[in-house]
């Protein structure tokens, strides 16, 4: 049987039908209803953050909290990494805004906090970094250089969905955080994304912006898109919710075996606890030094696929290396370059079994 690189987790079919069945009765299908209220409060409570506005997925959301913070009508730069999935540049870059990119730590693939004062300039007004595979950024040290110079600070925490830092959830860092509930994630509501923010008065804004920009029967006073989440998926994050602790351990459990037989093996590099972190095994990333492996990320990647099994280059390429923000400087960002083209990810999800691991690694160590 193939193994995928994720394999999305779904509650039991009548535990789904049981949620949904209130929706046939009284047919409110969408637009902030009683699912959606229910899975809100109970995502604020689980998370620890304090405002939260849920999306139809995790690019809108993110999309929209750069326009609710008004840096639209500033313009201007942001700082940001080259190492992500391409929807971050593309929420700075379809906002009007120029993403400028900025290198990543070669140890945990995060944003180099050394190197974004270098790239401030006076059109700079925020910087957007990613807690990339779940683990995180620098928070502290991006907080004391964002106060510094007066830039907002939003996360891309797609991939951070239930990570803490020193037992604080960690869409309380920075001014706002993008989480992701897409079906790949650790946790889903089929496709479905939010956003935790620190300001109150974005709360009004978050609202009707996901909702054509519409503040009451009478008045539109903002320039909105639609990207509400539905009922039938706030459902699917109910169901999915329940079984979150048991689903982030499950994914310990393979992340821990495949640490047992990767560690130590010359020209491997594995992702390193973070201190003080709450993980949430979301990626395992691996990355292949050729000379010391002797076998490059490539062809670790084919002969996984030989042997049915489907790993992921996941971040490549680069996204300044990507066809439509090409001409934005590569050769600035070489940790970035060189990371992309060794990483990979192996299938990781929560009913990945040991014998699987297993199976994985006997194909990279053969
Ligand atoms: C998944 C992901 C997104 C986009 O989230 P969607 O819910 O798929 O729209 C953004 N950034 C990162 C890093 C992601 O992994």
């Not at 046939?24 to 689980?46: A, R, W």
């Not at 993110?62 to 080259?82: C, D, F, Y």
């Not at 519409?214 to 509400?228: F, L, W």
């Not at 039938?232 to 602790?245: K, Q, S, T, V």
Request: aromatic share 10%.
């Amino acid at each position: 049987m193939s193994i995928f690189v994720t394999r999305s987790s779904m509650p039991s079919y009548e535990d789904y039908i049981k949620e949904i069945k209130p929706i046939f009765e009284n047919h409110h299908l969408t637009n902030m209803g009683p699912v959606y209220k229910k899975l809100q409060h109970s995502l604020i409570d689980y998370l620890g953050v304090r405002y939260f506005s849920m999306f139809v997925n995790g690019h809108l959301a993110l999309e929209t909290v750069i326009q609710a913070m008004g840096l639209k009508e500033k313009g201007g730069e942001v700082i940001t990494t080259p190492f992500t999935f391409v929807s971050t540049v593309h929420a700075i870059t379809r906002n009007g805004l120029k993403p400028v990119f900025c290198d990543i730590r070669p140890d945990d693939y995060t944003i180099d906090p050394e190197k974004i004062e270098a790239l401030i300039t006076e059109k700079t007004v925020a910087i957007v970094p990613v807690h990339v595979y779940g683990a995180i950024c620098d928070v502290e040290k991006i907080e004391e250089i964002a106060k510094k110079h007066g830039l907002k600070v939003i996360y891309d925490a797609a991939h951070a969905f239930g990570v803490k830092y020193k037992g604080n959830g960690i869409g309380n860092y920075g001014d706002a955080s993008m989480f992701s509930f897409h079906a790949t994630k650790v946790f889903n509501t089929i496709e479905g994304g939010a956003v935790s923010f620190s300001d109150e008065s974005l709360r009004e804004s978050m609202h009707n912006l996901k909702n054509f920009g519409i503040k009451s029967e009478d008045c539109v006073d903002e320039i909105g898109g639609n990207a509400k989440m539905d009922e039938f998926r706030a459902a699917m994050g109910i169901c999915n919710l329940r079984n979150i602790d048991e689903c982030i351990a499950s994914r310990g459990r393979a992340a821990a075996r495949y640490d047992e037989r990767l560690g130590g093996v010359k020209g491997i590099k594995l992702m390193k606890a973070q201190k003080d972190v709450t993980p949430n095994y979301a990626y395992y990333a691996v990355c292949f030094d050729p000379d010391e492996f002797g076998k490059s990320r490539d062809d670790v990647y084919e002969e996984l696929k030989k042997a049915d099994i489907f790993a992921r280059k996941y971040f490549y390429p680069a996204i300044n290396e990507m066809d439509c923000y090409k001409n934005d400087n590569p050769e600035e960002t070489p940790v970035a370059a060189e990371i992309s083209r060794r990483i990979l990810t192996l299938p990781l999800y929560s009913d990945l079994t040991t014998e699987d691991v297993d199976k994985i690694c006997d194909v990279i160590l053969k």
